[in-house]
């Protein structure tokens, strides 16, 4: 069977609305599979609030939501834009960026597009989604690649779901920028590594993330991150679904973060030399709700991008292994 090709396409200066709006057909695909994953209701619930909130909120990029909600047949853009509900594996060393995502979402990895984009401060490609605005990976040549993860649902009672709500309370009053608008305006903006590594860590977020980021000098780092706080790890280094540091308890995301974490770490040393085809990722890496995998290489410019798809009980290519080196254009 022959499997789908991921698209490059070339969004310019336009705003992510603008890919929506260019494909509807995949935003409905994942706003269908967004309805079999929660009930109708819980969805429109969910998108409500996160409306509500949106229009008090710091993001640049609220109208752009707005229009993705408003393509016929889709429903539960805002929810589904905030909901951030992804699992991931993510390690960086020597100027390459490698990430794996896990969603439960089937159809998902056969959705992918790579989005090129021309800012201000250069050229920037982002591996996405048609209807999400937000950036969960991202590489801009000669600068910097990034990725996010999940971060862990803090450790207040000790049980997950009563720590699930109150984690949702205390992000009720927040105004500042959600995390996967910070990394998008990061790529707009900042010109260097440093640039980037610094709003990235210091800028107020919405809500806890776990952020990768490789440049192409070779510096890397992982920042755990909390509204107002920041827990740098030095790279090279790996980030999972749990908390890095000592001092700070959350229950990890998804399947068998620690072996992923591991597992990732064992591939540190020889990170450079993976190949592209993907034939190295192993179980728990690769799981069920394996949906993407990247390669990102700042220095030679090589960036490598499949959709996966669960097949049983785990993950197998839901495309064509895409390929392109950003420095030749």
């Known amino acids: 069977m022959t499997l789908p090709v991921i698209p490059l396409v070339d969004l310019g200066t336009a705003g992510l609305d603008r890919l929506a709006l260019d494909m509807p057909g995949k935003v409905r695909l994942l706003s269908t599979?967004?309805?079999s994953l929660l009930s109708g209701p819980v969805l429109a619930f969910m998108d409500r609030r996160s409306k509500t909130w949106l229009a008090r909120n710091e993001t640049p990029y609220r109208a752009e939501i707005d229009a993705v909600a408003a393509i016929p047949g889709v429903a539960g853009a805002h929810g589904l834009n905030l909901s951030t509900e992804w699992a991931c594996t993510s390690a960086t060393a020597d100027g390459r960026l490698v990430r794996m995502l896990d969603w439960p979402i089937r159809g998902l990895g056969g959705a992918i597009v790579v989005a090129r984009h021309q800012s201000a401060v250069g050229p920037w490609y982002?591996?996405?989604?048609?209807?999400?605005?937000?950036v969960l990976t991202g590489m801009a040549p000669g600068r910097?690649?990034?990725?996010?993860?999940q971060a862990p649902i803090r450790w207040t009672t000790g049980l997950w779901p009563i720590d699930w709500v109150l984690d949702r309370i205390r992000l009720g009053p927040r105004q500042a920028i959600p995390a996967t608008h910070l990394i998008r305006r990061v790529f707009e903006t900042c010109r260097t590594y440093g640039e980037a590594f610094r709003l990235l860590k210091e800028t107020p977020i919405a809500y806890t993330g776990l952020i990768t980021i490789a440049g192409a000098g070779g510096e890397a780092a992982v920042i755990e991150r909390a509204e107002d706080?920041?827990?740098?790890h030095e790279g090279p280094?790996?980030?999972?679904?749990h908390w890095l540091n000592p001092d700070w308890r959350g229950h990890p995301r998804r399947i068998d973060?620690?072996?992923?974490?591991?597992q990732c770490r064992l591939l540190l040393p020889g990170l450079r030399h993976l190949e592209h085809d993907f034939a190295w990722l192993q179980y728990p890496m690769l799981n069920k709700y394996g949906r993407l995998a990247v390669i990102a290489d700042l220095k030679t410019g090589d960036l490598a991008v499949m959709g996966l798809e669960q097949d049983g009980d785990h993950a197998v290519p839901g495309t064509e292994c895409f390929r392109i080196n950003v420095l030749a254009g």
Do not use: C, D, H, K
Not at 229 to 232: K, L, P, S, T, Y
Not at 237 to 241: E, F, L, R, Y
């Open 33 to 35: 599979a967004g309805r």
């Open 229 to 232: 706080r920041a827990f740098v």
């Open 257 to 262: 973060s620690a072996g992923r974490l591991a």
């Open 144 to 149: 910097f690649a990034i990725a996010y993860n």
């Open 126 to 134: 982002n591996v996405t989604w048609p209807g999400f605005v937000g």
């Open 237 to 241: 280094g790996v980030a999972p679904n």
